[in-house]
């Protein structure tokens, strides 16, 4: 009978599958891959993010960790030894042994910091300290936001690349067979048959080798995003709304308070500031209290060791303080003011590469634009030239030559106009993240 009930509490914990195990796979993908999505994913499963989420938890328990020592410092000791022989001393002309075979001792010691330059640092810094690393993670989550948008919309040119090629292919196919048909009627000679089967042979090898590309691109991708490498990931998004979201305002002025690299150079001022106060301090005693409470046990008998027990008590007040060092602590002050003076540089740099960096992006933008405004007048205009040189072609009208460049045309100005489109978006992110716009 326990061998039947075992068998059913195997076959039962067999059959039934790990909910939890389920539960993670499913949360593991993205049902619905929009451009927020993938961002918000990244920003959950990003190696780098989790590790400065980490570095947060890890200079917040370094800070509390300096800090306890402002509380009191309490320690117990005990001891516990045997003479095998007993030490001697010398003693009114006369070496005599002394002490006991068997000695302990319990004690138990208190230290308190009143004044040191170390603890008053850390007391002062602990919030900018926080501060700082908080800031490198927001760093680091813009420059995640940045590059999973970037990588996201290099899928989807390289994907609407494919999509253009297929296209061609269809027509360059319909026009395979209509001079096919024609040559065979005796109508046209070989010539445009021929070159139609090498514009197709073309369409197809240019489709292959963008095909081949987007694996690599999801790849990279996925890595950005800390996805799953064999999960399938199907991107969404709506063509008219990102027309109309890569649209911003040109007149928009930067402004050095919204980067995060200005925010973290002012943090580290601040902690350059202090540290040269520490330094100062040095000319400052060092000052702390101690105390102790010590019971001693002496005997020759080891179970008796304990029956008598010897006591003191004592309390006290250390200060403590350099003289003279060969002048080191004014050159510790010196090296500490010029290091002041470095970051007050490396702030008019930044600034300088801020504005730069601004210019640059908004002068791309602005081209994007204009280059994108022009390529889309044109999508509409190639198509309605192919339709109708094919219609002329079909009549007698125009040659095939001229339905190979009205299709070329074509291809090219809508791979154009979606290439333009990806460019104009990617260098609104650069103006985004030179204003310090990015939002994640």
């Given at each position: 009978?326990?061998?039947?009930f075992t068998?059913i509490a ?11 195990i389920?539960q993670?796979?499913t949360?593991?993908v993205?049902q ?13 499963h990003?190696?780098t993010?989790q590790q400065?989420?980490?570095d ?8 509390k960790s300096?800090?306890?020592d402002w509380?009191p410092?309490?320690?117990?000791n ?14 009114g ?5 002394t ?11 208190l230290?308190q ?5 170390d ?7 602990a919030?900018d300290v926080?501060?700082q690393i ?8 813009i ?9 996201f ?13 297929d ?7 319909k ?8 040559y065979?009627?005796?109508i046209v000679?070989?010539t445009d ?7 197709l ?5 240019q489709?292959?080798?963008?095909q ?9 991708l996925k890595?950005?995003?800390g996805?799953p490498?064999k ?15 890569a ?15 200005y925010?973290l150079?002012?943090?580290q001022?601040?902690l350059q500031?202090?540290?040269?106060q520490y ?9 702390s ?10 005997n020759n008998?080891?179970g008796k060791l ?8 004592f309390?006290?007040l ?14 510790q ?18 600034k300088s590469?801020i ?5 640059q ?10 280059n994108f405004?022009a ?9 309605e ?13 125009k ?6 460049i009205a ?10 106009y ?8 990617e260098s609104k992110?650069?103006v985004?993240k030179a204003?310090g716009?990015?939002?994640y």
């Open positions: 009978m326990r061998v039947f068998l195997v076959i039962y914990f067999t059959a039934t599958p790990d909910k939890s389920s993670n796979n949360d593991s993205l619905n891959a929009s451009l927020i999505n993938c961002v918000q994913y990244a920003l959950q990003q190696p993010i400065s989420l980490i947060e938890d890890i200079v917040d328990k370094s800070i300096k800090l306890a509380y410092q309490l320690n117990l005990y001891t516990i030894q045997n003479y095998f022989q007993l030490p001697s001393a010398f003693f002309g006369n070496v005599v042994q002490g006991a075979f068997n000695n302990s001792g319990l004690g138990v010691s230290t910091n009143l004044f040191t330059r603890l008053l640092l850390a007391n002062r810094t919030g926080r501060k908080k800031q490198s993670s927001v760093s680091n989550k420059d995640v936001t940045v590059n999973v948008s970037k990588a919309y290099d899928v989807l040119l390289t994907q609407k690349q494919i999509s253009v090629l296209e061609d292919i269809i027509r360059l196919e026009s395979l067979k209509d001079a096919y048909n024609q065979q009627s005796g000679d070989k048959y021929k070159r139609a089967t090498i514009s042979n073309n369409a197809k090898a489709r292959k080798q963008v081949d590309l987007i694996v690599a691109k999801y790849a990279y890595q950005l995003m996805y490498d999960a399938d990931l199907v991107l969404q998004y709506d063509s008219n709304v990102m027309e109309r979201e649209l911003i305002d040109t007149a928009q002025q930067v402004s050095f308070q919204n980067r995060i690299e925010q150079l002012q943090t001022q601040k500031q202090a540290n040269v330094n100062k301090w040095s000319y400052i005693p060092t000052v209290a101690f105390g102790a409470y010590n019971s001693s046990y002496f008998s080891f304990y029956n008598s027990t010897y006591t003191n008590s309390v006290g250390q200060l403590s303080m350099p003289i003279f060092q060969g002048n080191k602590r004014v050159y002050v010196k090296q500490a003011e010029l290091q002041l003076k470095r970051v007050d540089w490396d702030m008019i740099s930044l590469r504005n730069a960096q601004y210019e992006a908004m002068a791309s933008y602005k081209g994007n634009l204009a405004t390529l889309k007048d044109n999508v509409q205009l190639a198509d030239v192919y339709k109708t040189i094919h219609v002329q072609y079909t009549s007698g009208i040659t095939y030559l001229d339905v190979i299709e070329s045309d074509l291809r090219t100005a809508q791979l154009n979606y290439t333009a489109l990806y460019q104009l978006l992110i650069d985004q204003l716009n990015i939002q």
